[in-house]
């Protein structure tokens, strides 16, 4: 039995990083690809290459030989095993990006809309760059460097990561021009804030605090109705010194909601503290 749970979470874990790489291929391949947009990574010089080479060699071959390239690299370099994740997310996007030139061919954008174009160019990528790093998993490239750089030297790997990447989208001022160099720029900027917003969001919690004078019911409904578990304290009320009981509990957004109705009726004059959390360490949550 433990063994087919098992399975199943693992065979979950890869259709998640699955869905993650496709998101992240449908925002290169239909809005970056087609407007150069050259935001850093894998797929930013890529796009660079491919105007260099006289478009002869496609930007998906560009991807799948410099991702190939970086991960024979980093099986020498950094471990043998230095990720399965990330060999299979590597392979899947560089693959998908060549079937997808193979079957919808593009030689221009959607529409006249570039800002448009840029938006989904970086929100798409997002949420699969995102749901990747959130089950510790990506699509190579870049990466790949990044665990070079820690494992050889003592760089800020976000920094020179970044730099480099600024390279990339600046070297698209000389390349395509004014306007794909500066929406370039600004899908840059707004890249790593939409990852972090979209992490953050992914892994939301609701952190409740709880004073009230009669605990027991509340924290038997957590238990026994919600499933989640609580910590009960003592306290003392400033104003009146009179004892009462504090409980804190972490639980989804939908079960606060549950837990809010469940203390708005059975203890109205508890006083509730309702804060947002995306960091949690623990049993129950991230381990």
């Known amino acids: 039995m433990e063994r087919t749970n098992t399975l199943w979470t693992k065979i979950k874990e890869y259709l998640l990083i699955t869905l993650g790489v496709e998101l992240v291929v449908f925002g290169v391949y239909f809005f970056k690809f087609p407007n150069h947009f050259s935001i ?40 043998k095993s230095f990720g399965i994740k990330t060999v299979y997310g590597s392979i899947l996007m560089s693959l998908s990006l060549q079937l997808l030139e193979f079957l919808i061919p593009l030689d221009k954008p959607f529409t006249n809309e570039p800002v448009l174009e840029l938006a989904f160019a970086v929100a798409l990528p ?67 804030a939409a990852v972090d917003t979209v992490i953050e969001n992914i892994n939301l919690h609701k952190y409740l605090t709880i004073i009230c004078d009669h605990p027991k019911p509340i924290c038997e409904y957590i238990l026994k109705t919600l499933h989640r578990s609580a910590t009960v304290y003592d306290a003392k009320g400033a ?49």
């Open 239 to 287: 104003f009146t010194d009179n004892g009462r009981k504090v409980i804190l509990t972490v639980m989804n957004r939908s079960q606060a909601v549950q837990l809010r109705k469940f203390i708005k009726i059975s203890e109205p004059e508890a006083f509730v503290l309702i804060t947002n959390t995306s960091e949690i360490v623990g049993r129950g949550f991230r381990s």
């Open 126 to 192: 997002a949420v699969g760059a995102a749901m990747l790093f959130n089950i510790g998993a990506s699509t190579g490239g870049t990466d790949i460097i990044a665990m070079i750089l820690k494992k050889y030297s003592n760089l800020d790997i976000g920094r020179s990561l970044f730099i480099t990447d600024l390279l990339l989208t600046l070297s698209a001022f000389f390349v395509f021009g004014i306007q794909t160099g500066l929406l370039s720029l600004l899908g840059l900027f707004l890249k790593s």
């Open 40 to 79: 850093g990574g894998v797929t930013g010089l890529a796009i660079i290459l491919n105007n260099i080479f006289g478009k002869a060699i496609s930007s998906g071959t560009i991807v799948l030989i410099i991702n190939l390239a970086l991960l024979v690299v980093g099986y020498f370099f950094v471990d």
